[in-house]
């Protein structure tokens, strides 16, 4: 369960805020202006808004804390300020079905919105720092500045699109291929963050991964020690480096076992590159 959640401060409270205790709220990451959001959000600040006028609480959740659970009242939107979570369904039977790795600048709750109660179950895999935006206190700016409304809602569409691809993914891909998009989208989203796309640890397991792509723990595991051994990838447990981002984008099939080689030059032709192949996000 998350933190209650307060009320967006106002113009005149901010205006008595002391300087002291805004600054160090700051610093301290608790809170962030819209502005600070909409740059998370990779959004323009909607310029009918003043950014200093409102101020969104930040919340810390621990490895393993639980953000929001299946059928919990809805009433916040979440955007990771830092840090890398799953969502997922959970079924009768208590197995879990992983929807998505959010991480940095992903919102999170969207699918409470039309019954009220989130529909997905949020888990922190790491320390994770989130921004609270109060559902209501969202509408109620909607409705005097529709400009911010129009970009919250291209947010929501951005993660539906995502949503949508992974299910082409899954439809029309091999596990191969749907291993090698998963590396190169998770490469892809840590470059964007600022860290290196060629060498970084996994925060979720093989088996949350599996879950994700609909593969088993041991494809997963299989897959990622022959990207290893034809020398696209190095492994070294959770520590992934990518050493042939282009042939992973384009790959179709693993070639027979008997054929791979650890050259990097050999494969590029024996991996059967395919023109409308799509990298996913995630």
């Known amino acids: 369960m998350s933190t209650p959640v307060p009320e967006s401060r106002n113009a005149s409270s901010t205006m008595h805020t002391s300087p002291m205790e805004a600054g160090r709220q700051r610093q301290g990451r608790l809170w962030s202006n819209l502005k600070e959001v909409c740059d998370l959000l990779h959004i323009p600040t909607a310029m009918s808004v003043n950014s200093e006028e409102l101020l969104f609480q930040h919340v810390q959740f621990k490895t393993g804390q639980r953000v929001h659970t299946i059928g919990q009242a809805f009433d916040t939107l979440y955007i990771v300020n830092s840090g890398f979570l799953k969502t997922v369904l959970i079924d009768e039977f208590g197995n879990e079905q992983v929807l998505s790795f959010p991480m940095k600048g992903d919102m999170l709750g969207v699918d409470g919105i039309h019954t009220r109660h989130y529909a997905s ?58 291993v090698a998009r998963f590396l190169v989208s998770l490469a892809d989203r840590f470059a964007a963050m600022g860290y ?70 050999k494969p590029k032709s024996d991996l059967a590159p395919s023109g409308d192949a799509l990298a996913t996000t995630i």
């Not at 969202?138 to 911010?148: W, Y």
């Not at 494809?219 to 034809?230: D, G, H, K, M």
């Open 121 to 178: 179950e949020a888990v922190a895999l790491s320390d994770c720092d989130l921004i609270l935006l109060p559902f209501k206190k969202l509408t109620a700016l909607g409705r005097v500045h529709t400009e911010l409304e129009n970009l919250m809602y291209g947010v929501m569409s951005r993660e539906l699109v995502r949503e949508q691809s992974m299910i082409g993914m899954l439809g029309a891909l091999s596990a191969e291929a749907r």
């Open 196 to 265: 290196s796309s060629k060498l970084f640890n996994l925060r979720m397991t093989r088996h949350e991964i599996g879950s994700y792509l609909g593969l088993t723990l041991e494809t997963v595991s299989r897959t990622l020690s022959a990207f290893n051994e034809i020398g696209l990838i190095t492994v070294d447990q959770r520590t992934i480096g990518i050493k042939d981002a282009e042939a992973l984008k384009t790959l179709r099939r693993l070639p027979p076992s008997r054929s791979r080689t650890k050259s990097p030059a």
